[in-house]
């Protein structure tokens, strides 16, 4: 996985990471009711489970009928909590949140469950994604006395919320905020004892419901709830809200908004979700195998052996590798007398590099992955490579690893990418780099190929991504690949017709009443 951050000003440190890993996860959430078992451990399990969602904070909220309690801390799920924090814990009902920052600073004071208390009950809510109009909706409620306490839009969303149930019911109040709020949202709330679940209009990021031997589940990802031996019943709606019996027994579900095309991230299948998940009816790591075998279909290249960048080009290089073997790499049947191509593990991953480790000069910075990867020089000496990645988003680490490989040995270093060319940003939740950072924005395939130095250079194309997750265009986002948002974003185009909300005096007219 190729650099990406979206922060440039931030410290030395957070410069090493974005050159050591790829593209960033907003966060990933989840919200349980249990018949009669406190809900604070198999929160804290599917937390770790989520981990690889969010790395900068994590907390829990539950309720135990009467009051709300609440433990949010920086850092990793096991560095957030002890045991005396999950006893404190109490109550059948919860929900759980890790995030990693990209509406709001990396503080404490946007770490979530974002909690509040107001005259019709408690709230807490925890948010993946990020919303276009958040600035537009906390200006309006800044001046109708609302006070804010982060710059995060999860907590615009609970103050809006809090207005709107001191006037409607449950149901109509989560109505009318999904009415005034512009974005991509999977949402996990707490109305007192009370948890919910509430997934964007275009079903931007993923949202599941699993089933307990004694209760129900909402998650970012199914493989939370394998981790609490629980059965996926099947994904949130886009535009739905589900509401979990606070005992346990069941959920109501109310479709509060339909539209006629989806917006499912692409991205989600490609590098973020974990490959055991079943996102939108679709096993993630069959996914990644089929669109390997896709790129091999579209832009395989002979050599000796096949390697994976570890960990994100695993799935995309055993199935590229077992196309390969199958046929040509101009569509032939293999023959017995072509020989076989080696899938090969050439690249050893030391798991133990932080995210924070100190080098403090920027050459230092820029041989920052031979601390991460180390080559197998067995597996690639003399011989002609194909590297596999999910994508290039900078080019400094592919960059970096066709210099490891050929220092290594290798004859011929070819690079190819299970995903299009990043060309823009991504605005829904991904901490992905700026436009004027990212190299396929202004640079041919070719250039590319040069700017990082290897023999070839070939990539999904954007037809292929629709094809492999049988999904229209049109039901996907492709903004960082096409420049072209299901969202109205100022100073960028759209790919269907959509405009946000008016917000301001004359459109809270409550339609749903």
Not at 30 to 56: I, K, T
Request: charged share 25%.
């Amino acid at each position: 996985m190729d650099a990406g951050s979206a922060h440039t000003s931030e410290s030395d440190s957070a410069e090493t990471q974005a050159a050591l890993s790829g593209p960033t996860e907003k966060c990933g959430v989840v919200g349980v009711a249990l018949e009669d078992r406190a809900a604070a451990r198999p929160l804290y399990y599917s937390l770790y489970a989520l981990q690889h969602r969010g790395q900068e904070s994590a907390g829990i909220v539950t309720h135990d009928g009467f009051q709300q309690h609440s433990h949010v801390e920086m850092g990793l799920v096991g560095d957030a909590f002890d045991e005396s924090d999950i006893e404190g814990l109490a109550g059948h009902t919860g929900i759980g949140h890790v995030r990693y920052p990209t509406s709001g600073g990396v503080n404490a004071c946007c770490a979530q469950p974002f909690s509040v208390s107001f005259k019709s009950g408690s709230l807490g809510l925890s948010h993946n994604g990020n919303l276009v109009n958040a600035d537009e909706i906390r200006s309006e409620l800044a001046d109708l006395g609302h006070a804010f306490t982060s710059d995060g839009d999860t907590e615009v969303i609970a103050h809006d919320l809090a207005r709107n149930l001191l006037e409607a019911d449950l149901v109509r109040a989560v109505k009318r905020t999904m009415d005034r709020i512009h974005g991509s949202y999977a949402l996990t709330i707490m109305h007192d004892e009370t948890v919910l679940a509430v997934r964007d209009p275009q079903g931007n990021r993923p949202l599941c419901i699993g089933e307990l031997e004694d209760g129900y589940v909402i998650a970012s990802e199914s493989a939370a709830i394998d981790t609490l031996d629980g059965d996926l019943v099947r994904d949130v709606r886009p535009g739905e809200l589900v509401v979990l019996e606070p005992d346990g027994s069941g959920f109501e579900s109310y479709q509060l908004i339909e539209q006629d095309n989806t917006a499912h991230c692409f991205f989600e299948h490609v590098y973020f979700a974990r490959p055991d998940s079943i996102i939108d009816n679709k096993l993630v790591y069959e996914a990644r195998r089929d669109l390997g075998r896709k790129l091999w279909a579209e832009s395989g290249v002979e050599t000796d052996v096949v390697l994976p960048v570890p960990d994100s080009g695993r799935a995309f290089a055993s199935g590229y590798a077992e196309a390969a073997n199958e046929t040509t790499a101009d569509g032939a049947p293999r023959g017995d007398d072509e020989g076989t191509v080696e899938f090969a593990e050439g690249l050893m991953k030391n798991r133990y590099v932080g995210r924070t480790f100190i080098m403090p000069t920027q050459g230092e910075r820029e041989r920052a992955v031979r601390l991460k990867l180390n080559p197998i020089k067995s597996t690639i000496e003399g011989r002609s490579v194909t590297i596999i990645d999910d994508s290039i988003v900078r080019g400094t680490t592919s960059r970096q690893l066709v210099s490891l490989l050929r220092d290594a040995g290798a004859e011929e270093v070819h690079v190819r990418i299970g995903a299009p060319p990043i060309v823009s940003p991504c605005y829904m939740g991904i901490d992905m780099a700026s436009r004027e950072e990212l190299i396929a924005a202004d640079r041919s395939i070719p250039e590319i190929c040069e700017e990082i130095g290897a023999d070839s250079l070939g990539y999904l194309p954007v037809d292929a991504i629709a094809d492999v997750l049988d999904q229209s265009k049109l039901d996907l986002c492709l903004g960082c690949v096409t420049g072209e948002y299901p969202y109205d974003i100022d100073g960028e185009e759209a790919d269907r017709d959509v405009q946000r909300p008016v917000i301001g005096d004359g459109e809270r007219a409550h339609a749903d009443d």
